[in-house]
């Protein structure tokens, strides 16, 4: 933008000396001047404008300066939201990196969340890899039925039907779970131990503990209750939503933007009932050791990732995969609670791609 502005100058200046009037000179920079206010004014509005709409979206609208955080970090991971639809059932994913001789990895996001709970991980993810994360049955963008059952064993089953017709199996996979994403994860490898190359499971839910640690405890006093509406993992108010972070996080920040935190609870809001049902059905006592029922059928080479400092799904959880499982990988990580993701993004995903070369032969670039 300076280079219109000298080049004005210097036309002033050969004017003056071409015809010896001052005027023609005082002119020229007057000139200059206005146009230099023009622009200052322009910028302005356009400053003012952009901070009065921000303004009022962070306080009257916060759930769509979520959405827009979210949807930044998408294009700055350049992924794309994609959807598959097969026999009316959609499925909301999205992608990065292409399908290569290598096995792809399909990531199953934890209870009430969904694939974008991935995103701190993906810059982490060399762009060779192929990696899919996919909304959950009823989760995100994917179809929810009000007739539908979301025990693990009908949400492996739902999920199987994405991967069949999506032909993500037409070779072996890595698959990834995180929570109730990790039992349905494990009850999946367990029905369909052909599609899967190798497991990783984050902190699963879906075993039996010989005790309930307290987390559990006060989850069973609700259930006695029948009150379905004070379930930690369910916030629907900004101070339930602090406790939440507080049970799941280990690091924990000083101060939590409330704004932000009204917004992810109006983007919630809607999606409570389901949450709710979705909640019941998975820990009901048909389904909630579904995991731990089915670990003598995993027969692909597995990996365990638990935080030392889960206060939702007892550490515990490790030692009896260690058990059951003598050739499981299992890796307790320190100064981590049960969102591993947001705790240690870079440990974690490392832990994830190291175990992925030795199951599947991968040389590392030195």
């Given at each position: ?318 030692e009896i995969f260690a058990g059951a499982m003598p050739s499981c990988q299992v890796h307790m990580l320190d ?32």
């Amino acid at each position: 933008m300076l280079i219109p502005i000298i080049a004005l100058v210097l036309a002033g200046k050969e004017s003056e000396q071409h015809t010896g009037g001052k005027n023609q000179l005082y002119l020229g920079g007057m000139e200059i001047i206005s146009l230099i206010l023009i622009l200052w004014m322009t910028a302005s509005c356009a400053v003012i404008a952009l901070s009065l709409t921000f303004s009022t979206l962070y306080y009257w609208r916060p759930a769509q300066i979520v959405k827009f955080l979210i949807w930044s970090v998408l294009k700055l991971r350049h992924v794309k939201v994609r959807y598959f639809k097969h026999e009316g059932y959609e499925f909301c994913y999205f992608s990065c990196g292409k399908p290569g001789p290598q096995p792809s990895i399909l990531m199953f996001h934890g209870f009430s969340l969904a694939k974008d709970m991935w995103l701190p991980i993906m810059k982490y993810i060399p762009t060779d890899v192929h990696m899919v994360c996919v909304d959950l049955p009823g989760h995100g963008g994917t179809t929810r039925l009000p007739e539908e059952g979301y025990t693990a064993v009908e949400q492996a089953k739902r999920m199987h039907q994405f991967v069949k017709y999506s032909g993500l199996n037409r070779k072996p996979f890595h698959l990834v779970g995180i929570s109730m994403g990790g039992m349905v994860a494990g009850v999946y490898a367990a029905l369909y131990p052909s599609d899967i190359y190798c497991l990783s499971l984050l902190c699963p839910a879906g075993l039996r503990y010989p005790t309930d640690n307290d987390f559990v405890k006060h989850l069973k006093e609700l259930e006695r209750c029948k009150d379905f509406k004070g379930n930690p993992l369910i916030p629907v108010t900004i101070n339930q939503s602090e406790e939440m972070f507080k049970l799941g996080l280990y690091h924990l920040p000083q101060s939590l933007n409330k704004q932000l935190m009204q917004g992810y609870l109006d983007l919630r809001k809607p999606h409570v009932p389901f949450f709710t049902k979705c909640f019941s059905d998975f820990s009901s006592v048909e389904s909630r050791f579904s995991l731990h029922e089915n670990i003598s059928k995993i027969t692909v080479p597995t990996q365990v990732i638990w935080g030392k400092h889960d206060k939702v799904l007892d550490p515990a959880g490790g030692e009896i995969f260690a058990g059951a499982m003598p050739s499981c990988q299992v890796h307790m990580l320190d100064r981590c609670g049960h969102f591993i993701i947001a705790d240690r993004p870079r440990k974690c995903t490392k832990l994830i791609l190291d175990f992925r070369a030795l199951a599947c032969g991968i040389k590392k670039n030195k």
